[in-house]
């Protein structure tokens, strides 16, 4: 199972945060290796041409609420940073470096309230942040983001089981359903749709 | 309670299709007056120069899954118009004219495959189609989605309750939490947040 994301999205953080429906969680399950992927999310959003839904003030003012709502019912501790949102580039090169520091990234900046930019220094320690400034480490973000991108990811988090793309922390169940073979999706039927020619909107 | 939806949208059918979490489910349940908004949801996307997910490539290969899973899990009925997406200014206008047609125009949308211009007359008559060129008809559906731009509503489906606005057919049990008073969020902490200036992402 692939899991694609980037700490700016608090709906990244309470997929990986959760204790039955993560990914870490659900690959320990179903016996299946995990491979993470941070990718930067700026990118998908600028191959499209989109904005972040932080950056849309009343879609902003509804994630808020409903990422509080959603961390309160699933029991995840949330605290938004502040400022939010904020620049993910130092914290995904830090998690290119080394997968071990993705628990204490993603609780940095969804669960201390903190200034990240300020704070990071501290949690990592001055020599990892030496080599987020190095250009390899760069450019295997930067390779990471392109791959997600071609393999079809739009947005995070990113489920992909198999050929199977699945976004979203709130499709977690649909993730569970396709791990254990329990998926009630028609294919044919979805792949029949998908191939038609698109229609016009507007 | 208001709803605020569009045909165009997949997840707007399979809010109001559910007899269990659907508006009209919920404002029976709670004895709550229920408004009907039928707005135009690209002048949404127009306000703030977004696309819309069906017009993603990849987004829109995702949406025709999950809404063809989340069909088959709320065992609601579902086949996609052809050419999908369509445009639903036609469809719009008429629930301007007349609540007693949404049912019927959803069904045409999303439950009979069929291509919806073509066969829009034969559901609403000749009458109610010649009303749809009416002037007065089409500045109704612009107030309609002006209206509710002015108040926050930037997707849809969304339902407001009093002061809360949700977004999402998905998010249907939340409404449920807010209109049985027993919504978990913290509303001081997340107006809080809101209020912040916001920083910057990229």
């Given at each position: 199972m692939d899991f694609y994301f980037d700490f700016i999205s608090p709906y990244?953080?309470?997929?990986?945060?959760?204790?039955?429906?993560?990914?870490?969680?659900?690959?320990?399950?179903?016996?299946?290796?995990?491979?993470?992927?941070?990718?930067?999310?700026?990118?998908?959003?600028?191959?499209?041409?989109?904005?972040?839904?932080?950056?849309?003030?009343?879609?902003?003012?509804?994630?808020v609420k409903d990422v509080m709502r959603h961390a309160a019912l699933e029991g995840i501790p949330v605290a938004f940073p502040d400022p939010h949102p904020f620049n993910p580039l130092a914290l995904l090169r830090l998690a290119t470096i080394s997968v071990d520091v993705i628990d204490a990234l993603f609780t940095l900046a969804w669960a201390s309230g903190k200034d990240i930019a300020e704070n990071l220094p501290s949690v990592v320690g001055a020599e990892m942040m030496a080599r987020t400034r190095e250009p390899e480490v760069k450019a295997a973000l930067k390779r990471e983001t392109d791959a997600a991108i071609a393999r079809g990811v739009f947005g995070v988090p990113t489920f992909i089981v198999g050929d199977e793309l699945i976004w979203g922390s709130d499709r977690a169940a649909d993730v569970e359903r396709v791990l254990a073979g329990a998926d009630p999706l028609d294919q044919a039927a979805a792949a029949a749709v998908i191939a038609r020619p698109m229609g016009v909107t507007r």
């Open positions: 990244a953080y309470l997929a990986w945060m959760n204790p039955r429906t993560g990914p870490r969680a659900l690959a320990a399950r179903y016996g299946v290796p995990l491979v993470v992927h941070p990718i930067l999310f700026a990118g998908l959003l600028e191959k499209h041409g989109q904005l972040g839904p932080a950056e849309i003030p009343p879609k902003r003012a509804f994630l």
